[in-house]
């Protein structure tokens, strides 16, 4: 059984640079009952989490380790308000948004998450859990979120589905065969300097493993690359005209795996 405590306890063991206070994630849609009763357990579970990590000794392997807390509410702002207040109370070095991306239409996911990162401290972290594609990434910075994760780069790179600023491709085609192209011609990571698609296809189509570690290395230099930008739009503030700009080489949306 995974209570509050043994997940503080196993991601002590872990030494994650960031670990995660156990929440309660609804379905979407949810009911505002079932919405609220998440919020309060995650709340309960939050305040226990925060007692654990407050008597026990700091993790081994990372003394550095720090633990956020993670809002929930689902898609009712009054109760992602107070949920986020009875958090910040509570004060954790950081705030995720949980319960999003779990279905919901991506404008819906904005509203949520713009809203509920406006309740939390400017001076933490804000993480908004499971998202996203790379033409959303600017969506959420734009809402006021500083930290994202989600599988998408590297489940895609494993199925040899692999993001350029031209648009997605998919490796194994037949198009590849011959291609002596990297990946992306734009792009710097060592795989794009070193490989062309013609080898990486070979790769997939031989289901040797080397295919998925050089195909996950560069949708995540991609991803990393994406949000570098950003942090550099941001510094000379024109994060307005770069947006135009992301949506071309991010290929309009097209991506196959939710
Ligand atoms: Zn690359």
């Given at each position: 059984m995974l209570t509050p405590e043994k997940a503080i306890e196993v991601q002590r063991a872990l030494g994650s640079d960031i670990g995660m206070a156990l929440d309660e994630c609804i379905e979407y849609p949810g009911t505002r009952e079932r919405a609220a009763s998440a919020a309060g357990r995650t709340l309960a579970w939050a305040r226990r989490s925060k007692k654990e990590i407050e008597t026990r000794a700091p993790?081994?392997?990372?003394?550095?380790q720090v633990f956020f807390a993670i809002v929930q509410g689902g898609t009712f702002q009054d109760l992602r308000r107070e949920n986020a207040a009875e958090l910040v109370a509570l004060d954790f070095p950081g705030y995720a948004i949980g319960g999003?991306?779990?279905?919901?239409p991506h404008e819906l996911s904005c509203e949520i998450a713009g809203e509920t990162a406006a309740c939390l401290p400017p001076d933490r972290p804000r993480y908004l859990m499971g998202v996203g594609k790379p033409e959303q990434l600017l969506d959420y910075v734009r809402c006021g979120i500083d930290m994202m994760d989600c599988v998408l780069p590297t489940r895609n790179a494993r199925n040899g589905y692999l993001y350029t600023r031209r648009g997605p491709l998919?490796?194994?085609?037949?198009?590849?065969?011959?291609?002596?192209?990297?990946?992306?011609?734009?792009c710097a990571c060592v795989v794009c300097r070193r490989y062309s698609r013609a080898y990486l296809c070979h790769l997939f189509r031989a289901n040797e493993i080397l295919g998925a570690i050089l195909n996950t290395h560069h949708n995540l230099y991609f991803f990393l690359d994406i949000m570098k930008a950003i942090r550099e739009a941001i510094a000379f503030g024109n994060l307005s005209r770069f947006s135009s700009e992301l949506q071309a080489r991010s290929g309009s949306g097209s991506s196959i795996v939710e």
């Open positions: 993790s081994d392997t990372n003394p550095q999003l991306a779990v279905g919901e998919h490796i194994k085609n037949a198009e590849f065969i011959d291609d002596p192209r990297p990946i992306d011609e734009t």
